[in-house]
């Protein structure tokens, strides 16, 4: 027999691979589908690639890749006999479950046992070879197969702050010796004892001692004392004060110089008087505990209950559409985005309703394309295949999985983020873009989806000392709403609540009951059409700096319009913090009034002038020294770094944001860190460059034979800006893409007279343009304007009527933290999409979301 399966595997042998370090074993999850080793037909890992495929979708990869060995790996997850000793599903020290799989949570462990089968699968034919069958193969196929069974799951090889780092027991844990000292935390109030710091408290668990942190660990601020007193008196544990909960604590060990966990946390606490369970008891942040003075923690237990509809008895819903999203940790945000997103009919109809094309002309390795994942989600998410009711039998509800895990689609769309790729929680606005962004740069020559939500904006920019204007139009997909809380219905009442919270902090007392800000959703959109003043604004009339103040109507308007809720603020320690407020939001919008109307009768038009090019004074005196570099706040780079930014991308925001402080140069960086060369060095011409000069006249003049490469003229256009306006804005700024961006922004002036030029352009030139610009002043209920160049930004005008459809809602004190819930309504119902779990809503809490969601009313 050995001889014949050796015999049978020579044709086979030079496409068996032994996994080396580096490669990926995907064990867990199918490429095309969300089918796993507990799926009914199990999982295929090719021997070549190390892919994992479902049973669906494996004789499609042996057809294109004509890869032939397979190891199929089965769990088994049955119920327990009758009087069968309980315990915790085995693991590795059962011979029979020898895969290294993530256990199923949903199966508790006194009740089902598991069973691990592999064996080797030749294709067409489905030869099968179980394993282990070491003496019967030969040598290099026994030891591939080893190594893939013994390998880590794909996205256990993760960088160490990757999402799913592990954090392991502190040594000091257990032998932990604490001080009868007689000190007893207060609830609140508290300061770092070695100076006025109120942010960033860490309490040393040995002494009680409450010091500042560094900013070496979370990302806030500090000078340092909590590891001062470690290096006084070699007391190794500190928990951080404002994130406790029976389960989750942020526990550092100055020792093992790492965050560590504590498995007696409630007792360590216990003894300087916290008692973690009634913090539970009393409100909760999703494992996030706020004892902040802005965001004290009652509050957070209303809208924890509110928005997840805590204490109703909820019916479950199945099937399609209706199939939840595993928390993968933190994860809450993507979830919440993907399922709005894919009860869009553009959406589906982009991924779902092109499947097969999708699969048939996927890469070699599906797992890092995004079409292919797109299409993976959508339909996982609306095929029904993996939201099916329970059902009691014999093999436990296997064939009834509770909703899907996203690991191999969060590994790709965060892949080189820094925030999206961490373990940490996420503003789901900013993923929201991210992914807009995503889609726009995969789908050149394919149905984009985004043409849904993509909308122009007319900016109408006045000069205060010549009464003369500009108006301008740029692209948009997200309409920010203010919340004016000098608004709010109930001032009176939030004035005594605070005065009643400054008074109870003085005292160390704790704060009285928190009040939420009730703002009439009317007074949010006349502070959207408020004039807001534009810095360091430059008149073309005046030609130099003057005071601007700039006001946005729509231009046009879109199919889907998604309007965030300005809730958060940046406080001191540059965590965004959340406004605690209601808003009456209604089911219905008609935002005609906001529509633009361009130049108007009376009004004078601002020249059409471009302002000069300022470089750094000491760039000008030593411009023949390129070795010189620019003026920049070190300190504050060096601020921002220590967040986790790179350096020379700190600097550069410092430097373009005119060194305005950090505050600025942070909305700089969130602004620019998609872009290729966001962390290269600073670069700046010199006027020994061949780059711009500027003429007496104040014009800016560009050689002829400057012209941009295409790679950053693709870069700026998939943004959503025109190509004219790219190449000028490249050409005037040496082909520097952060330098072109801000050009652009504040060169927008210039728009007006690309677009109408456009047409008579594509007589002499081949290049593109976005014609979609030029109906500044028109609109209609048309679908697409009938001039718009198909190869530019589409724009869907039509009524500025909505109706409202879903929203997504935050809990929590920050963006960093928290969990993210979201309702749709479907088939005339409110659902709420608790991560894995869904429900028919019964109170919808559309007052304290987040994000919403319009759909267009058809015109009548």
Same mark, same amino acid.
């Given at each position: 027999?050995? /001889?014949?399966?050796?015999?049978?595997?020579?044709?086979?042998?030079?496409?068996?691979?032994?996994?080396?370090?580096?490669?990926?074993?995907?064990? !867990?999850?199918?490429?095309?589908?969300?089918?796993?080793? &507990?799926?009914?037909?199990?999982?295929? *890992?090719?021997?070549?690639?190390?892919?994992?495929?479902?049973? &669906?979708?494996?004789?499609?990869?042996?057809?294109?890749?004509?890869?032939?060995?397979?190891?199929?790996?089965? $769990?088994?997850?049955?119920?327990?006999?009758?009087?069968?000793?309980?315990?915790?599903?085995?693991?590795?020290?059962?011979?029979?479950?020898?895969?290294?799989?993530?256990?199923?949570?949903?199966?508790?462990?006194?009740?089902?046992?598991?069973?691990?089968?592999?064996?080797?699968?030749?294709?067409?034919?489905?030869?099968?070879?179980?394993?282990?069958?070491?003496?019967?193969?030969?040598?290099?196929?026994?030891?591939?197969?080893?190594?893939?069974?013994?390998?880590?799951?794909?996205?256990?090889?993760?960088?160490?702050?990757?999402? +799913?780092?592990?954090?392991?027991?502190?040594?000091?844990?257990?032998?932990?010796?604490?001080?009868?000292?007689?000190?007893?935390? @207060? @609830?609140?109030?508290?300061?770092?004892?070695?100076?006025?710091?109120?942010?960033?408290?860490?309490?040393?668990?040995?002494?009680?001692? *409450?010091?500042?942190?560094?900013?070496?660990?979370?990302?806030?601020?500090?000078?340092?004392?909590?590891?001062?007193?470690?290096?006084?008196?070699?007391?190794?544990?500190?928990?951080?004060?404002?994130?406790?909960?029976?389960? =989750?604590?942020?526990?550092?060990?100055?020792?093992?110089?790492?965050?560590?966990?504590?498995?007696?946390?409630?007792?360590?606490?216990?003894?300087?008087?916290?008692? =973690?369970?009634?913090?539970?008891?009393?409100?909760?942040?999703?494992?996030?505990?706020?004892?902040?003075?802005?965001?004290?923690?009652? @509050?957070?237990?209303?809208?924890?209950?509110?928005?997840?509809?805590?204490?109703?008895?909820? #019916?479950?819903?199945?099937?399609?559409?209706?199939?939840?999203?595993?928390?993968?940790?933190?994860?809450?945000?993507?979830?919440?985005?993907?399922?709005?997103?894919?009860?869009?009919?553009?959406?589906?109809? /982009?991924?779902?309703? !092109?499947?097969?094309?999708?699969?048939?002309?996927?890469?070699?390795?599906?797992?890092? +394309?995004?079409?292919?994942?797109?299409?993976?989600?959508?339909?996982?998410?609306?095929?029904?295949?993996?939201?099916?009711?329970?059902?009691?039998?014999?093999?436990?509800?296997?064939?009834?999985?509770?909703?899907?895990?996203?690991?191999?689609?969060?590994?790709?769309?965060?892949?080189?983020?820094?925030?999206?790729?961490?373990?940490?929680?996420?503003?789901?606005?900013?993923?929201?873009?991210?992914? =807009?962004?995503?889609?726009?740069?995969?789908?050149?020559?394919?149905?984009?989806?985004?043409?849904?939500?993509?909308?122009?904006?007319?900016?109408?920019?006045?000069?205060?000392?010549?009464?003369?204007?500009?108006?301008?139009?740029?692209?948009?997909?997200?309409?920010?709403?203010?919340?004016?809380?000098?608004?709010?219905?109930?001032?009176?009442?939030?004035?005594?609540?605070?005065? #009643?919270?400054?008074?109870?902090?003085?005292?160390?007392?704790?704060?009285?009951?928190?009040?939420?800000?009730?703002?009439?959703?009317?007074?949010?959109?006349?502070?959207?059409?408020?004039?807001?003043?534009?810095?360091?604004?430059?008149?073309?009339?005046?030609?130099?700096?003057?005071?601007?103040?700039?006001?946005?109507?729509?231009?046009?308007?879109?199919?889907?319009?998604?309007?965030?809720?300005?809730?958060?603020?940046?406080?001191?320690?540059?965590?965004?913090?959340?406004?605690?407020?209601?808003?009456?939001?209604?089911?219905?919008?008609?935002?005609? $009034?906001?529509?633009?109307?361009?130049?108007?009768?009376? &009004?004078?038009?601002? @020249?059409?002038?471009?302002?000069?090019?300022?470089?750094?004074?000491?760039?000008?005196?030593?411009?023949? !020294?390129?070795?010189?570099?620019?003026?920049?706040?070190?300190?504050?780079?060096?601020?921002?770094?220590?967040?986790?930014?790179?350096?020379?991308?700190?600097?550069?925001?410092?430097?373009?944001?005119?060194?305005?402080?950090? &505050?600025?140069?942070?909305?700089?960086?969130?602004?620019?860190?998609?872009?290729?060369?966001?962390?290269?060095?600073?670069?700046?011409?010199?006027?020994?460059?061949?780059?711009?000069?500027?003429?007496?006249?104040?014009?800016?003049?560009?050689?002829?034979?400057?012209?941009?490469?295409?790679?950053?003229?693709? =870069?700026?256009?998939?943004?959503?800006?025109? $190509?004219?306006?790219?190449?000028?804005?490249?050409?005037?700024?040496?082909?520097?893409?952060?330098?072109?961006?801000?050009?652009?922004?504040?060169?927008?002036?210039?728009?007006?007279?690309?677009?109408?030029?456009?047409?008579?352009?594509?007589?002499?030139?081949?290049?593109?343009? +976005?014609?979609?610009?030029?109906?500044?002043?028109?609109?209609?209920?048309?679908?697409?304007?009938?001039?718009?160049?198909?190869?530019?930004?589409?724009?869907?005008?039509?009524?500025?009527?909505?109706?409202?459809?879903?929203?997504?809602?935050?809990?929590?004190?920050?963006?960093?933290?928290?969990?993210?819930?979201?309702?749709?309504?479907?088939?005339?119902?409110?659902?709420?999409?608790?991560?894995?779990?869904?429900?028919?809503?019964? $109170?919808?809490? #559309?007052?304290?979301?987040?994000?919403?969601?319009?759909?267009?009313?058809?015109?009548?």
């Amino acid at each position: 027999m050995a /001889a014949d399966l050796g015999e049978l595997l020579v044709p086979y042998m030079p496409t068996i691979r032994v996994p080396r370090s580096g490669d990926r074993v995907f064990k !867990n999850e199918c490429a095309f589908s969300y089918d796993s080793p &507990e799926s009914e037909g199990g999982l295929y *890992v090719c021997m070549n690639t190390f892919l994992g495929f479902g049973r &669906e979708h494996v004789e499609r990869h042996y057809r294109k890749t004509g890869q032939s060995v397979y190891m199929h790996l089965k $769990r088994h997850v049955k119920e327990k006999a009758t009087g069968a000793a309980g315990g915790a599903i085995p693991r590795r020290r059962n011979g029979k479950v020898f895969l290294d799989l993530e256990l199923n949570r949903d199966f508790n462990g006194d009740e089902y046992e598991c069973e691990d089968e592999a064996k080797l699968v030749i294709f067409p034919d489905h030869f099968e070879i179980p394993l282990p069958n070491i003496e019967e193969l030969p040598a290099l196929v026994t030891i591939a197969c080893d190594a893939v069974l013994n390998a880590a799951s794909a996205y256990k090889k993760q960088e160490p702050e990757s999402w +799913d780092e592990e954090i392991q027991v502190s040594k000091h844990a257990r032998s932990l010796r604490q001080q009868d000292n007689g000190v007893r935390i @207060p @609830p609140s109030g508290w300061k770092c004892q070695k100076c006025e710091m109120k942010e960033n408290l860490w309490l040393n668990l040995s002494d009680g001692a *409450v010091l500042c942190g560094k900013w070496f660990f979370d990302g806030a601020g500090g000078n340092g004392h909590a590891l001062d007193h470690f290096k006084d008196t070699n007391f190794p544990l500190a928990v951080k004060l404002d994130n406790l909960t029976p389960d =989750i604590a942020d526990i550092y060990s100055f020792d093992e110089e790492e965050a560590v966990l504590d498995p007696q946390i409630s007792e360590h606490l216990q003894h300087f008087g916290i008692d =973690i369970i009634q913090i539970q008891r009393n409100g909760t942040d999703n494992g996030h505990h706020n004892t902040d003075n802005t965001n004290n923690v009652r @509050p957070r237990v209303s809208e924890w209950e509110v928005i997840q509809e805590s204490g109703m008895k909820l #019916k479950a819903v199945y099937g399609s559409g209706f199939t939840g999203i595993k928390n993968l940790g933190n994860s809450c945000y993507l979830g919440t985005t993907m399922q709005v997103l894919f009860s869009i009919p553009e959406f589906q109809r /982009a991924y779902v309703g !092109n499947l097969q094309r999708i699969y048939d002309y996927s890469p070699l390795d599906p797992s890092t +394309d995004f079409s292919t994942q797109m299409a993976k989600l959508g339909h996982g998410l609306l095929s029904g295949l993996y939201s099916k009711p329970p059902m009691k039998s014999e093999l436990i509800e296997q064939h009834q999985p509770k909703g899907i895990s996203l690991k191999m689609f969060k590994a790709l769309v965060s892949n080189g983020h820094p925030e999206f790729s961490s373990n940490r929680q996420q503003d789901a606005q900013k993923f929201f873009l991210h992914l =807009i962004n995503l889609v726009e740069r995969n789908s050149v020559g394919s149905e984009n989806p985004n043409d849904a939500f993509r909308y122009l904006v007319e900016e109408r920019v006045q000069c205060c000392q010549t009464q003369k204007v500009r108006y301008t139009q740029k692209v948009d997909y997200l309409m920010q709403l203010p919340a004016p809380i000098e608004a709010a219905s109930n001032r009176e009442e939030l004035i005594a609540y605070e005065a #009643k919270r400054n008074e109870a902090e003085e005292n160390m007392r704790a704060p009285p009951e928190p009040v939420r800000a009730r703002i009439p959703f009317t007074a949010c959109l006349q502070a959207f059409t408020e004039p807001e003043n534009v810095p360091d604004f430059w008149s073309s009339e005046l030609q130099a700096k003057s005071a601007g103040v700039k006001t946005s109507r729509f231009a046009s308007f879109p199919e889907y319009l998604v309007v965030q809720i300005k809730k958060f603020t940046f406080v001191v320690d540059w965590v965004p913090k959340k406004v605690d407020l209601s808003i009456d939001i209604p089911d219905f919008l008609d935002l005609s $009034r906001l529509r633009g109307t361009g130049l108007q009768a009376g &009004e004078q038009e601002l @020249p059409d002038l471009t302002p000069p090019i300022v470089l750094p004074e000491d760039t000008r005196n030593n411009s023949m !020294n390129s070795s010189d570099s620019p003026e920049i706040d070190e300190s504050a780079a060096v601020q921002l770094a220590e967040m986790g930014f790179p350096l020379e991308a700190c600097r550069k925001a410092i430097y373009y944001t005119g060194n305005m402080g950090p &505050e600025m140069a942070f909305n700089w960086i969130i602004a620019h860190m998609e872009e290729p060369d966001f962390a290269e060095p600073l670069a700046l011409p010199t006027f020994m460059d061949p780059g711009p000069s500027v003429a007496s006249s104040g014009l800016a003049a560009t050689p002829l034979d400057n012209h941009p490469p295409e790679e950053s003229i693709g =870069i700026l256009t998939s943004m959503g800006f025109p $190509r004219r306006h790219t190449v000028q804005a490249l050409k005037a700024t040496n082909n520097n893409l952060e330098r072109a961006l801000d050009w652009i922004f504040t060169h927008t002036e210039r728009e007006e007279e690309e677009t109408s030029d456009a047409l008579s352009d594509m007589a002499d030139t081949t290049e593109p343009n +976005d014609s979609a610009f030029s109906n500044a002043n028109t609109h209609s209920d048309s679908t697409l304007s009938p001039d718009q160049d198909a190869s530019g930004p589409q724009i869907k005008d039509g009524p500025g009527r909505y109706e409202l459809f879903a929203f997504i809602s935050h809990i929590g004190a920050s963006t960093m933290s928290g969990h993210y819930v979201c309702h749709i309504k479907k088939e005339g119902r409110w659902v709420i999409f608790n991560d894995h779990k869904v429900c028919l809503s019964e $109170r919808p809490p #559309k007052d304290l979301g987040y994000i919403y969601f319009y759909r267009r009313l058809s015109s009548s």
